[in-house]
C-alpha cells in the first residue's frame, strides 16, 4: 500500500520489557520523524532522520532509540518500557515541506 | 524559536467561513507559517503553508499580515468533517522539525 503506514496499531506492554514500533513509507522521503501525543502536552518530537544513518534527538528522547538502516522505514524502540511512555506514537514522512503523518501506535505500559 | 498563539477553541455553523486567528510576533524574516490539523483519532495533516503573500489551496487560504505577525486561516465552508483541533506551527530548522502546541479545537454545527 502506498504512504505511511505504522504497526502495531495497539500494544500493551508490561514494565521493563522492550518494545519496537515500526514505521515504513514508501515515497522515499528523505525526512521522518517520531512525536508521541500525551493528553496535556499535545504531540512532541522524539527523534528525527534526515536521512539513511542520520539520525537525532528531538524534545523528549530519553527512554527511546532510533536506527534508520533503509530510507523507507524508521524504527522506534523502547529499550525498557516504563509508564511515563504510554502514549500514542505518530510516525512522520517528508520530502521538503509538508509532512505525512501515518495512523499512529496506541501504547499502553502497565 | 518564535512561538504562536491561537484561541483554545472556536465554533462555526456548517457551510459558513471559518476564521482561525494565529498570532507570531517574533516570528523572523525566513520563518514559513504551516497549518495542519488533526481530526478525532488520527495523526495530523497538512493544510497549508505561507511566507509572506496570502496563499491558497483546495483546502483552505492563508491570510498573512503585510508585518507578518499573525496570519489567519480561512476555512471558506465549513463542513463537519472539518471540526477537528488546527495547529498553526513555525518549523524551527531547515530539517522542518514542528513544535505542535495546543492548537485551536473548531466545532462545526448543522
Known amino acids: 500500500d502506498a504512504g505511511i503506514t505504522q504497526s502495531p496499531r495497539y500494544k500493551i506492554t508490561e514494565t521493563g520489557r522492550q518494545v519496537t514500533l515500526m514505521c515504513h513509507q514508501t515515497w522515499s522521503h528523505s525526512y521522518m520523524f517520531w512525536y508521541r501525543q500525551d493528553l496535556g502536552h499535545g504531540l512532541r518530537l522524539i527523534y528525527y532522520s534526515a536521512a539513511a544513518d542520520i539520525t537525532d534527538k528531538g524534545e523528549v528522547p530519553d527512554g527511546y532509540v532510533v536506527s534508520r538502516s533503509k530510507t523507507e522505514n524508521f524504527p522506534l524502540t523502547l529499550e525498557s518500557a516504563t509508564r511515563s511512555q504510554t502514549s500514542v506514537y505518530f510516525c512522520a514522512s517528508s520530502a521538503q515541506v509538508e509532512q505525512y503523518f501515518g495512523p499512529g501506535t496506541r501504547l499502553t505500559v502497565t | 524559536d518564535a512561538k504562536t498563539t491561537q484561541p483554545n477553541s472556536m465554533e462555526s455553523n456548517e457551510e459558513e467561513p471559518v476564521h482561525l486567528p494565529c498570532n507570531h510576533s517574533?516570528?523572523?524574516?525566513?520563518?514559513?507559517i504551516h497549518w495542519y490539523r488533526q481530526l478525532p483519532s488520527q495523526g495530523p495533516e497538512y493544510v497549508i503553508h505561507?511566507?509572506?503573500s496570502n496563499v491558497n489551496n483546495r483546502m483552505a487560504s492563508l491570510a498573512i499580515a503585510e508585518d507578518r505577525k499573525s496570519s489567519t486561516l480561512i476555512l471558506h465552508r465549513a463542513t463537519l468533517r472539518d471540526a477537528a483541533v488546527y495547529y498553526c506551527i513555525l518549523p524551527t530548522d531547515s530539517w522542518g522539525k514542528l513544535q505542535f502546541g495546543a492548537g485551536t479545537q473548531v466545532v462545526v454545527t448543522p
Open positions: 517574533t516570528i523572523s524574516g525566513t520563518d514559513y
Open positions: 505561507g511566507l509572506t
